[in-house]
């Protein structure tokens, strides 16, 4: 009986927190200062939150701002191989 009472309060304390709104690209490209945060964070615990969507948007909109701070014009993609 205990058990049961104890597996629904995990059930239901894993049910209260909000998960964090996934923001874009260009998002976190018109907003430095949780940019810079949310890079900082990624890489402080990259084991965890490495391929989670804010670290890649993040890093991502990072990558291209220092791309064209630098004058590199952003890579177009290459034409798919597959033929009709």
Do not use: F
């Amino acid at each position: 009986m205990n058990m049961k009472i104890a597996l629904a309060a995990c059930i239901a304390l894993a049910g209260c927190s909000t998960p964090e709104p996934v923001q874009t690209v260009d998002w976190y490209k018109d907003h430095a200062p949780e940019r810079q945060a949310m890079v900082a964070k990624c890489r402080a615990n990259p084991g965890e939150l490495e391929a989670t969507p804010n670290c890649v948007n993040a890093i991502r909109a990072q990558n291209q701002l220092d791309n064209a701070r630098r004058g590199l014009a952003p890579l177009t993609p290459l034409p798919s191989s597959k033929s009709p």
